[in-house]
C-alpha cells in the first residue's frame, strides 16, 4: 500500500483534502519571474484564495508618485515604507 492511499482513506483524512488543515502556498522569485502567472494557473480550481501585496504596493507607489520601474526608488525607506502599508493592508483583508 502507497501513502498516498493511506491518507486518502476514510479513517486517515490528512493531507490536500482535509478540511481542517490550513493550506498555504509561498512563491518567490524576482520581478517579472512569473510568480504571478504561476500561482493564477496553479490556483485554478483549487478553491484556494491568492493573496498578492503588489496591487496595492503598486497602488500606493502610484498614489506617492514613487516610480517602481527603478530600483532605487524600490529599495528607498519611501519604498519600504509603502511596502509594508501594503502588506499591513493585505493581512487586514484577510
Known sequence: MK???ILETEQVLEGPNDPHIFKAIFLAGGPGSGKSYV????LKGTGLKPLNSDHAYEYLAKKHDVDLSDPVNVISRTGQEIRGRAKERLISRR
Open 3 to 5: 501513502i498516498h492511499d
Open 39 to 42: 500561482a493564477q494557473n496553479m
